[in-house]
């Protein structure tokens, strides 16, 4: 079955310190993992997709096909990152997201 | 254009009343998605459109579940005889085709309570 598993519901930092929001996947293809995020009053939007391996706002995401994982990483924590943060998994052939139950990132000043 | 829009915000109705959501997705967008979501949860995806051929259902979407997208743009979503179940955010969103499908743009949402 396909599966999207993050872990924390909740994750609390003060600003300048290291953040790492866990995801972990069940997909029996090769998959495309993605990250979307949730600002207060905002609706959600992509973060970033693990195939450009790019940085957006300092986050970064690793594809680690061994621990199936995707955990998404900043190495210093701004309080503009406060917000939900969702992991998914692209379905492929059925079109979908398959989305984690989303983590709620907290950086206090 | 400015974005998904989704028609009503927020919608309030009692057991066994039937309602219908609104979704105007991005005009270039031949993709249109249908998601839930509910309290402490990620979105569902409940089905999916390409053009008019509604090509996905997910298994949350009972009978009493409908969606059309007659002309390949906006699309609605119906709920028959609602139940207290039903009471979710309604999420959709819109992308290119199938190698850009994963880059969905999504709409604010409609917030539907059963009461």
């Known amino acids: 079955a396909q599966r999207v598993t993050q872990p924390e519901k909740l994750l609390s930092v003060f600003k300048g310190a290291p953040v790492e929001l866990k995801c972990n996947y069940s997909y029996s293809g090769s998959p495309e993992l993605f990250w979307y995020v949730q600002y207060s009053r905002q609706r959600l939007q992509l973060l970033l997709r693990h195939i450009s391996r790019e940085s957006i706002k300092g986050f970064t995401a690793d594809l680690n096909k061994g621990e199936t994982s995707f955990h998404l990483k900043k190495p210093f924590a701004q309080e503009e990152d406060s917000a939900m943060y969702y992991c998914a998994l692209y379905g492929g052939s059925q079109g979908n997201l398959i989305f984690g139950k989303g983590t709620k990132l907290s950086v206090k000043p | 254009d400015t974005g998904v829009s989704q028609d009503p915000r927020h919608k309030i109705t009692k057991r066994g009343q039937n309602v219908t959501f609104r979704c105007d997705p991005i005009?270039?967008?031949?993709?249109l998605y249908w998601y839930r979501q509910t309290l402490g949860q990620g979105p569902e995806f409940l089905t999916y459109?390409?053009?008019?051929?509604?090509?996905?259902k997910s298994r949350l979407l009972s009978d009493r579940f409908s969606a059309e997208r007659p002309k390949g743009s906006f699309s609605t979503l119906e709920i028959q005889r609602t139940e207290q179940g039903d009471s979710a955010m309604y999420l959709c969103?819109?992308?290119?085709?199938?190698?850009?499908?994963?880059?969905?743009?999504f709409g604010p949402g409609t917030r539907l309570t059963v009461t």
């Open positions: 969103a819109s992308s290119l085709g199938s190698g850009r499908a994963y880059e969905q743009y």
């Open positions: 005009s270039e967008h031949n993709r």
């Open positions: 459109f390409q053009n008019e051929a509604q090509l996905e």
